[in-house]
């Protein structure tokens, strides 16, 4: 987009997480994934001609947690709390 101040070339990653540059007049509808990776949509038009869009992401998408509710680090509050003891 040489010549052109108001369009430029952005850098933004793909769902298999490979950086991909794309023209920032064909991104819109900013918003957030299940897994709360910052999305955009890239529209596009096909090799038939139609209308089409990808998902890509703001930064690199991190995929879901493989932690589970209920396990995880064991934490401080993890631990009981001991009575207090009195020494006279």
Excluded: C
Aim: no cysteine; glycine share 10%.
């Amino acid at each position: 987009m040489k010549g052109s101040p108001l369009l430029k070339d952005v850098k933004r990653w793909d769902a298999n997480g490979r950086q991909i540059t794309v023209d920032d007049s064909t991104l819109s509808n900013p918003g957030m994934d299940d897994n709360g990776n910052e999305t955009i949509r890239y529209n596009y038009i096909d090799k038939s001609g139609n209308k089409a869009y990808d998902v890509l992401y703001m930064t690199k998408p991190r995929g879901e947690s493989e932690i589970k509710e209920g396990e995880g680090p064991n934490m401080p509050s993890d631990k009981p709390i001991e009575e207090e003891k009195f020494y006279a």
